[in-house]
């Protein structure tokens, strides 16, 4: 500790911390331009210059670290009449647009102006003019170089945080002008950062452009509904309309960053395929109805599928208290167990169970990322969980901790990794189980011989020799790591092989904690609230808590306080559901804001199976795919038109509010549940989405204690459960078949993460066209080359896309985005069967592919 | 009569050539070095001597080398500073085009003393000539073992590469130049770190100017004590004057440090053109303050100077006689800064705009009451708050400009036009810094 006095008041700070910092604690405000919080400091912009005693110069209180003993000042006339001169200077030459700058009355340099500034200027003479009109950088932003105050924070953003390099800084002096490269923003990720970043109207929202003014603006704090890294942010809404999203820049995971999904992709919200009103199939076609006819349609048709199954799904997207209530009604009312919250994959809870029990770490990913050893496996954290990716970065690069890369597909982030295994698709399991035996190896095996007698066993095969390359460097990084955490992307799931998967990554989390390295794990959701719909038990083997549906005790306890019965059994996933409905056993499914005939991994398959149960219920506020196979539509509130809780992947449990009302008839989805209940003549208490709250924190002991009160503006985490004993070692993987052709993986890219990111009109317009990467080398075997048109084609079918040759890319990989509502990937997929083999070639007539691949591109 | 030092090979023929410098004792300092002393003895050596370094701060150079870590898991660098860019010097330009070996000799035993096995010359990209020589120099060292693998059989191995400049005056700043070489926009980096321990591709870096390591050579050979047994004992050493402007006798001047400024424009550079009367000299380049006439008799050395209220700088040396504006003077050399601004500082990059303005309206008759109070006032904003000493000079040089000269100042707004005969203004002067 060393000791500063500022303006008379003593403090005791870190040794290192600075000037700025330190005057922050005491309550000081000094101003800034340039300084931002996660960059390391600049010091140009020279507003905040402070008096030291015995410094012949004023000193930038950013940049200067404190010295035992220091005294500071920031109040004197010098710096009065410095901060005055420095705005009085950046004012000459700014063009004073106020009234038409979008900035203008959330402006830092008009705020800092009033308060710090000249009340005059005495400038006459002619203000640089870089340009007259905006220049237009991309769809998104829009750039007046006349109004930049140069403090560089955008350029360094777009470069050390979000790591794109997008923009640049050309010239010198007077003439030093922000913009892309060749005045275009080629490798931008359009994540608007820089927008947000920009303390003056130099770069802007190209849609939020003359759409309002700052105090015209309803801004509500909410959480976004795209992935699961679950960020804070604003919405701004303007008599009732959308309007904007800003960061919140002290709070959330995410602080002043948003991805594009975040911040331009909310405009899904005035999407136009809402469902209007609530719709019955009548002669063979959906026609809307009133809600009480829907009703008593459904209260027939119900009544006529009694004695069958009954199946439910729930898109983990939705709220807890939703989520709740959904797999509430499924096992009280409809007395089912057959739930599950994915379309996408299967759950092997029985693997899931243990690894999510002994290893998911409830706490802020920034602590997790302060390990001196990080390792992501699967998926692409650069394209599922942007801003994810964005911490991990500044982890690598400002606070050293080493980044281990296990996945089949290459990210950006590799670039800054330690170390990366490129595995093949599929063989993750194997990959890990390699790793684990490296890591037996590199620990040498006299002070843990117990552990790994058992592991030996499970392991099962010789030990991980260096010739392994990758999975040994891996492993002897793990080793040299003081304290490891694991983040794992859900993407894994997808694979048939994801129990296998799951049990290695167990054997790994099990033997990191016996080496002492406090292995902390969490997972990397693409969807909003898949730990929270796990966590409301929307699963066929889990309730509430993730305690398993045969535990007695567990079921007792929630049927007391239910007041009705639990059915015993496991019930049946999605999978099983759809099996069912195919061979003619279910009379109801259930869809609440899931579109599984987009998203399940076998089109033709799925669209059979909802096409044989009896009778499909869809609730959603989005007129999907699946929704036009249903025979009852019941409009939803969707996002921001209902309020509740969404669970992060750090476990951190966040408000999401309501901005709006529901969209034309649509109601909340917990009226809904009632309705659907009373058509059942049953109710459901408590109904109200607070109550839901209480009742989830006395049930769940995850949630125990929390009120939705004290959900700050950060949130609230919550708790992991006692860890059980040591688990034993999961067996060997199976040994993955080597393939030999093309295998196609999908997955989420920048821009698209599921049917709401779809409907965004913004993401639409700055997402590339679809597209199918693979690697330089497969490409020019197969005589291709970027940008042509390509047929990918499977046993099940084909598709023509753009090809993207990506040097990064592995042989034999290729990779098609999911979730562009033009491609209708999943009809190339068979279930059971990913990655899925292909070949690729050149589409034969440009014109006709044009025409094959439908309008709207 | 001084004996030049530094500039001794300058006027033989082919003394760019490693066979002139041998035969003139070259290499003899870099053998005695590497046989006869360890790397900590040659940095005590310069110690000793007081050697200061001659860019223009004037940091006494063995304690910048001592300041490197002795072990660093890193390599170290060495960096000439060859980007001679401030208006009104050509000393390194000289020694590098008719002297090179000396440069050459110089690094490798700078080298030797911080343990760099690198090293970078960092080249003004309008010195061609300068360049060529210096090119082929490093090749005849390479060839006949100066540089290279395990040196004149010692241990020490040392390789020399040429980094040319593409024009840009901030890249004399030293961390600007690092910058630079390391391919990114030359810009001032924040110290600390400094670049004795987080220099060139963040690893410990010496930079040095041409004639500060052209020294190195000769205290070596002759040792510390004759070096400072010229001028003055706290800024010693031979020094390379450049001196410029309205003289009779323009050129580059080898004479101990702290010659009277007086002694050095009228007795060696033979005064002002007849029938003139000297009005003002820069001693040291155009960031550093000018001097009235009536100041004349201070010494040229770091000390003295600074005292004086100006600087040595680079002992640029530009010489205004009574025909020229100092408004003009002025505002030529604030454009010089203006555009030379990196553009990284509100201060530099927006008040130098500022005063260009101003100044221009002032030179050509439009200048208005008020203006000079603006001045000054920007000067004071500038002044003490820039990023690097780039601002902080254009500042110093028009406070002084309007200190000594308001009268002309004040003489251009009141009668709305240049009372100097235009034939005989500033272009003459400084023409080519415009």
Same mark, same amino acid.
């Given at each position: 500790?060393?000791?500063?006095?500022?303006?008379?008041?003593?403090?005791?700070?870190?040794?290192?911390?600075?000037?700025?910092?330190?005057?922050?604690?005491?309550?000081?405000?000094?101003?800034?331009?340039?300084?931002?919080?996660?960059?390391?400091?600049?010091?140009?912009?020279?507003?905040?210059?402070?008096?030291?005693?015995?410094?012949?110069?004023?000193?930038?209180?950013?940049?200067?670290?404190?010295?035992?003993?220091?005294?500071?000042?920031?109040?004197?006339?010098?710096?009065?009449?410095?901060?005055?001169?420095?705005?009085?200077?950046?004012?000459?030459?700014?063009?004073?647009?106020?009234?038409?700058?979008?900035?203008?009355?959330?402006?830092?340099?008009?705020?800092?102006?009033?308060?710090?500034?000249?009340?005059?200027?005495?400038?006459?003479?002619?203000?640089?003019?870089?340009?007259?009109?905006?220049?237009?950088?991309?769809?998104?932003?829009?750039?007046?170089?006349?109004?930049?105050?140069?403090?560089?924070?955008?350029?360094?953003?777009?470069?050390?945080?979000?790591?794109?390099?997008?923009?640049?800084?050309?010239?010198?002096?007077?003439?030093?002008?922000?913009?892309?490269?060749?005045?275009?923003?080629?490798?931008?990720?359009?994540?608007?950062?820089?927008?947000?970043?920009?303390?003056?109207?130099?770069?802007?929202?190209?849609?939020?452009?003359?759409?309002?003014?700052?105090?015209?603006?309803?801004?509500?704090?909410?959480?976004?509904?795209?992935?699961?890294?679950?960020?804070?942010?604003?919405? *701004?809404?303007?008599?009732?309309?959308?309007?904007?999203?800003?960061?919140?820049?002290?709070?959330?995971?995410?602080?002043?960053?948003?991805?594009?999904?975040?911040?331009?992709?909310?405009?899904?919200?005035?999407?136009?395929?809402?469902?209007?009103?609530?719709?019955?199939?009548?002669?063979?076609?959906?026609?809307?109805?009133?809600?009480?006819?829907? *009703?008593?349609?459904?209260?027939?048709?119900?009544?006529?599928?009694?004695?069958?199954?009954?199946?439910?799904?729930?898109?983990?997207?939705?709220?807890?208290?939703?989520?709740?209530?959904?797999?509430?009604?499924?096992?009280?009312?409809?007395?089912?167990?057959?739930?599950?919250?994915?379309?996408?994959?299967?759950?092997?809870?029985?693997?899931?169970?243990?690894?999510?029990?002994?290893?998911?770490?409830?706490?802020?990913?920034?602590?997790?990322?302060?390990?001196?050893?990080?390792?992501?496996?699967?998926?692409?954290?650069?394209?599922?969980?942007?801003?994810?990716?964005?911490?991990?970065?500044?982890?690598?690069?400002?606070?050293?901790?080493?980044?281990?890369?296990?996945?089949?597909?290459?990210?950006?982030?590799?670039?800054?990794?330690?170390?990366?295994?490129?595995?093949?698709?599929?063989?993750?399991?194997?990959?890990?189980?390699?790793?684990?035996?490296?890591?037996?190896?590199?620990?040498?095996?006299?002070?843990?011989?117990?552990?790994?007698?058992?592991?030996?066993?499970?392991?099962?095969?010789?030990?991980?020799?260096?010739?392994?390359?990758?999975?040994?460097?891996?492993?002897?990084?793990?080793?040299?790591?003081?304290?490891?955490?694991?983040?794992?992307?859900?993407?894994?799931?997808?694979?048939?092989?994801?129990?296998?998967?799951?049990?290695?990554?167990?054997?790994?989390?099990?033997?990191?904690?016996?080496?002492?390295?406090?292995?902390?794990?969490?997972?990397?959701?693409?969807?909003?609230?898949?730990? *929270?719909?796990?966590?409301?038990?929307?699963?066929?083997?889990?309730?509430?808590?993730?305690?398993?549906?045969?535990?007695?005790?567990?079921?007792?306890?929630?049927?007391?306080?239910?007041?009705?019965?639990?059915?015993?059994?496991?019930?049946?996933?999605?999978?099983?559901?759809?099996?069912?409905?195919?061979?003619?056993?279910?009379?109801?499914?259930?869809?609440?804001?899931?579109?599984?005939?987009?998203?399940?991994?076998?089109?033709?398959?799925?669209?059979?199976?909802?096409?044989?149960?009896?009778?499909?219920?869809?609730?959603?506020?989005?007129?999907?795919?699946?929704?036009?196979?249903?025979?009852?539509?019941?409009?939803?509130?969707?996002?921001?038109?209902?309020?509740?809780?969404?669970?992060?992947?750090?476990?951190?449990?966040?408000?999401?509010?309501?901005?709006?009302?529901?969209?034309?008839?649509?109601?909340?989805?917990?009226?809904?549940?009632?309705?659907?209940?009373?058509?059942?003549?049953?109710?459901?208490?408590?109904?109200?989405?607070?109550?839901?709250?209480?009742?989830?924190?006395?049930?769940?002991?995850?949630?125990?204690?929390?009120?939705?009160?004290?959900?700050?503006?950060?949130?609230?985490?919550?708790?992991?459960?006692?860890?059980?004993?040591?688990?034993?070692?999961?067996?060997?993987?199976?040994?993955?078949?080597?393939?030999?052709?093309?295998?196609?993986?999908?997955?989420?890219?920048?821009?698209?993460?599921?049917?709401?990111?779809?409907?965004?009109?913004?993401?639409?317009?700055?997402?590339?066209?679809?597209?199918?990467?693979?690697?330089?080398?497969?490409?020019?075997?197969?005589?291709?080359?970027?940008?042509?048109?390509?047929?990918?084609?499977?046993?099940?079918?084909?598709?023509?896309?753009?090809?993207?040759?990506?040097?990064?890319?592995?042989?034999?990989?290729?990779?098609?985005?999911?979730?562009?509502?033009?491609?209708?990937?999943?009809?190339?997929?068979?279930?059971?069967?990913?990655?899925?083999?292909?070949?690729?070639?050149?589409?034969?007539?440009?014109?006709?592919?044009?025409?094959?691949?439908?309008?709207?591109? | 009569?001084?004996?030049?030092?530094?500039?001794?090979?300058?006027?033989?023929?082919?003394?760019?050539?490693?066979?002139?410098?041998?035969?003139?004792?070259?290499?003899?300092?870099?053998?005695?070095?590497?046989?006869?002393?360890?790397?900590?003895?040659?940095?005590?050596?310069?110690?000793?001597?007081?050697?200061?370094?001659?860019?223009?701060?004037?940091?006494?150079?063995?304690?910048?080398?001592?300041?490197?870590?002795?072990?660093?898991?890193?390599?170290?660098?060495?960096?000439?500073?060859?980007?001679?860019?401030?208006?009104?010097?050509?000393?390194?330009?000289?020694?590098?085009?008719?002297?090179?070996?000396?440069?050459?000799?110089?690094?490798?035993?700078?080298?030797?003393?911080?343990?760099?096995?690198?090293?970078?010359?960092?080249?003004?990209?309008?010195?061609?000539?300068?360049?060529?020589?210096?090119?082929?120099?490093?090749?005849?060292?390479?060839?006949?073992?100066?540089?290279?693998?395990?040196?004149?059989?010692?241990?020490?191995?040392?390789?020399?590469?040429?980094?040319?400049?593409?024009?840009?005056?901030?890249?004399?700043?030293?961390?600007?130049?690092?910058?630079?070489?390391?391919?990114?926009?030359?810009?001032?980096?924040?110290?600390?770190?400094?670049?004795?321990?987080?220099?060139?591709?963040?690893?410990?870096?010496?930079?040095?100017?041409?004639?500060?390591?052209?020294?190195?050579?000769?205290?070596?050979?002759?040792?510390?004590?004759?070096?400072?047994?010229?001028?003055?004992?706290?800024?010693?050493?031979?020094?390379?004057?450049?001196?410029?402007?309205?003289?009779?006798?323009?050129?580059?001047?080898?004479?101990?440090?702290?010659?009277?400024?007086?002694?050095?424009?009228?007795?060696?550079?033979?005064?002002?053109?007849?029938?003139?009367?000297?009005?003002?000299?820069?001693?040291?380049?155009?960031?550093?303050?000018?001097?009235?006439?009536?100041?004349?008799?201070?010494?040229?050395?770091?000390?003295?100077?600074?005292?004086?209220?100006?600087?040595?700088?680079?002992?640029?040396?530009?010489?205004?006689?009574?025909?020229?504006?100092?408004?003009?003077?002025?505002?030529?050399?604030?454009?010089?800064?203006?555009?030379?601004?990196?553009?990284?500082?509100?201060?530099?990059?927006?008040?130098?705009?500022?005063?260009?303005?101003?100044?221009?309206?002032?030179?050509?008759?439009?200048?208005?009451?008020?203006?000079?109070?603006?001045?000054?006032?920007?000067?004071?904003?500038?002044?003490?708050?820039?990023?690097?000493?780039?601002?902080?000079?254009?500042?110093?040089?028009?406070?002084?400009?309007?200190?000594?000269?308001?009268?002309?100042?004040?003489?251009?707004?009141?009668?709305?036009?240049?009372?100097?005969?235009?034939?005989?203004?500033?272009?003459?002067?400084?023409?080519?810094?415009?």
């Amino acid at each position: 500790m060393v000791s500063v006095t500022i303006n008379g008041q003593r403090l005791d700070v870190e040794a290192g911390s600075t000037v700025l910092q330190a005057a922050e604690r005491l309550g000081i405000e000094i101003p800034t331009f340039c300084y931002l919080k996660r960059l390391p400091a600049l010091a140009s912009c020279r507003m905040c210059l402070v008096e030291i005693e015995g410094q012949r110069r004023l000193q930038p209180s950013c940049a200067t670290a404190i010295i035992d003993g220091m005294v500071v000042r920031t109040n004197t006339p010098l710096i009065d009449e410095t901060r005055s001169s420095m705005l009085d200077m950046l004012l000459a030459n700014h063009p004073l647009d106020c009234p038409i700058c979008d900035k203008g009355g959330e402006c830092e340099l008009q705020d800092m102006v009033m308060a710090y500034g000249p009340r005059e200027s005495r400038f006459r003479d002619a203000k640089r003019v870089f340009h007259s009109k905006d220049i237009r950088l991309s769809p998104v932003i829009i750039m007046n170089v006349n109004r930049c105050i140069q403090c560089q924070r955008c350029v360094r953003m777009c470069e050390e945080v979000v790591g794109a390099v997008a923009l640049g800084t050309v010239e010198k002096g007077m003439d030093t002008a922000v913009t892309g490269f060749e005045g275009s923003l080629a490798s931008c990720d359009q994540c608007g950062n820089c927008v947000e970043v920009c303390p003056v109207g130099a770069l802007m929202s190209f849609p939020y452009r003359y759409k309002a003014r700052p105090w015209d603006l309803a801004e509500t704090d909410t959480v976004c509904p795209h992935c699961g890294t679950g960020c804070q942010l604003t919405v *701004g809404a303007r008599k009732g309309e959308f309007m904007r999203v800003h960061s919140k820049w002290e709070h959330g995971v995410n602080r002043e960053t948003l991805c594009v999904r975040g911040r331009f992709g909310l405009d899904f919200v005035e999407s136009r395929d809402r469902i209007k009103r609530p719709m019955i199939r009548r002669n063979g076609a959906l026609v809307p109805v009133s809600w009480d006819e829907a *009703g008593n349609y459904l209260r027939e048709r119900l009544s006529g599928v009694e004695s069958k199954a009954m199946g439910g799904l729930a898109s983990p997207r939705l709220p807890n208290e939703m989520l709740y209530q959904f797999q509430k009604l499924m096992r009280t009312v409809f007395r089912t167990n057959n739930i599950d919250c994915s379309s996408r994959w299967s759950t092997p809870f029985d693997a899931l169970g243990p690894l999510v029990a002994g290893f998911y770490t409830r706490a802020p990913l920034e602590e997790l990322i302060g390990n001196d050893c990080v390792l992501v496996v699967g998926g692409n954290v650069t394209d599922e969980n942007p801003v994810t990716e964005y911490l991990l970065r500044d982890g690598a690069r400002r606070r050293q901790t080493g980044l281990l890369m296990l996945s089949a597909r290459p990210s950006r982030l590799d670039a800054d990794a330690r170390a990366v295994l490129r595995v093949r698709p599929g063989s993750e399991a194997a990959s890990l189980a390699a790793v684990v035996a490296g890591l037996v190896a590199a620990a040498g095996q006299a002070s843990l011989a117990d552990v790994f007698a058992d592991l030996g066993a499970a392991t099962d095969g010789p030990a991980v020799t260096p010739e392994d390359g990758g999975a040994h460097r891996l492993a002897v990084a793990l080793m040299e790591g003081k304290s490891v955490t694991v983040l794992v992307s859900a993407d894994l799931l997808r694979s048939p092989e994801a129990r296998a998967t799951l049990q290695q990554l167990n054997n790994l989390l099990q033997l990191l904690r016996a080496l002492g390295k406090g292995p902390a794990m969490q997972f990397l959701f693409d969807r909003a609230n898949q730990l *929270g719909a796990w966590d409301m038990g929307v699963l066929p083997a889990v309730l509430p808590g993730m305690r398993p549906v045969v535990d007695v005790a567990a079921r007792t306890t929630l049927e007391r306080a239910w007041g009705a019965e639990i059915p015993s059994e496991p019930g049946a996933d999605f999978e099983v559901m759809l099996e069912l409905c195919d061979s003619g056993q279910v009379g109801a499914l259930y869809i609440v804001g899931s579109d599984p005939l987009m998203a399940y991994p076998d089109r033709e398959f799925v669209k059979r199976a909802l096409g044989a149960a009896e009778l499909l219920i869809v609730q959603d506020s989005f007129l999907t795919d699946t929704a036009g196979l249903a025979d009852v539509v019941l409009p939803a509130a969707g996002y921001g038109e209902e309020s509740g809780t969404l669970t992060n992947n750090e476990g951190r449990a966040q408000n999401v509010r309501k901005f709006r009302e529901p969209a034309f008839e649509a109601r909340g989805n917990l009226v809904i549940f009632d309705f659907v209940a009373t058509l059942r003549d049953q109710v459901l208490r408590p109904s109200t989405q607070g109550e839901i709250f209480d009742e989830i924190a006395r049930l769940i002991p995850s949630h125990q204690g929390l009120s939705q009160d004290q959900l700050g503006p950060d949130g609230a985490f919550t708790m992991a459960g006692p860890p059980p004993p040591a688990g034993e070692f999961f067996g060997p993987p199976p040994t993955p078949t080597a393939a030999d052709g093309l295998t196609l993986i999908t997955g989420n890219c920048l821009f698209h993460n599921g049917y709401i990111s779809e409907r965004s009109e913004i993401l639409n317009t700055v997402a590339d066209d679809p597209y199918v990467e693979m690697s330089a080398r497969d490409a020019t075997q197969l005589g291709l080359s970027d940008g042509d048109e390509v047929v990918v084609r499977s046993a099940q079918g084909e598709l023509t896309a753009k090809l993207k040759v990506n040097r990064h890319f592995p042989g034999g990989l290729v990779f098609v985005p999911e979730n562009y509502k033009t491609l209708r990937l999943n009809s190339l997929m068979r279930r059971r069967e990913y990655p899925c083999p292909v070949e690729v070639e050149r589409a034969q007539a440009t014109f006709e592919i044009a025409t094959a691949a439908g309008p709207g591109l | 009569m001084f004996e030049p030092v530094l500039l001794r090979n300058v006027g033989v023929p082919d003394g760019h050539l490693l066979a002139t410098y041998r035969a003139g004792g070259g290499y003899q300092a870099l053998a005695k070095a590497l046989h006869e002393h360890t790397p900590d003895e040659i940095i005590d050596l310069v110690k000793n001597s007081n050697l200061r370094g001659r860019g223009g701060a004037g940091f006494p150079t063995g304690m910048k080398w001592s300041f490197v870590p002795k072990k660093a898991a890193k390599p170290k660098y060495l960096c000439c500073n060859a980007d001679e860019g401030e208006p009104g010097t050509f000393k390194d330009r000289i020694i590098m085009e008719r002297d090179p070996h000396q440069l050459v000799e110089g690094m490798a035993i700078s080298a030797y003393a911080i343990g760099a096995e690198t090293a970078y010359v960092y080249i003004r990209g309008e010195y061609t000539l300068a360049i060529r020589r210096l090119e082929r120099a490093i090749a005849e060292a390479e060839a006949e073992g100066y540089l290279g693998k395990r040196i004149l059989g010692s241990d020490f191995s040392f390789v020399v590469h040429i980094h040319c400049g593409a024009g840009a005056y901030i890249c004399g700043e030293e961390t600007a130049m690092l910058d630079s070489l390391e391919g990114k926009r030359a810009q001032p980096r924040l110290k600390p770190p400094f670049p004795a321990v987080e220099g060139l591709y963040a690893s410990p870096t010496v930079i040095n100017n041409v004639e500060t390591l052209a020294c190195v050579p000769h205290i070596v050979m002759r040792g510390p004590n004759w070096f400072r047994g010229i001028g003055p004992d706290k800024s010693p050493g031979p020094k390379l004057y450049c001196v410029s402007g309205q003289v009779r006798k323009p050129g580059l001047y080898e004479l101990p440090m702290g010659i009277p400024l007086r002694e050095l424009v009228e007795d060696h550079a033979g005064g002002p053109p007849p029938g003139r009367k000297i009005k003002a000299v820069i001693p040291g380049g155009v960031s550093a303050p000018l001097i009235p006439a009536l100041g004349l008799d201070v010494g040229m050395d770091f000390d003295s100077l600074a005292a004086a209220g100006s600087m040595l700088g680079s002992a640029g040396v530009i010489v205004i006689d009574d025909s020229t504006c100092i408004v003009k003077v002025a505002t030529r050399i604030i454009e010089f800064f203006h555009h030379e601004s990196c553009g990284k500082c509100t201060p530099c990059r927006e008040g130098l705009n500022w005063v260009v303005k101003v100044l221009r309206r002032v030179e050509t008759g439009q200048g208005a009451p008020g203006d000079l109070e603006q001045l000054k006032a920007l000067c004071n904003g500038i002044f003490g708050n820039t990023f690097c000493a780039l601002g902080d000079g254009a500042a110093m040089g028009l406070r002084a400009a309007l200190a000594h000269f308001e009268d002309e100042f004040v003489a251009h707004i009141e009668e709305q036009r240049c009372p100097f005969n235009e034939k005989h203004a500033g272009r003459e002067l400084l023409g080519s810094y415009g």
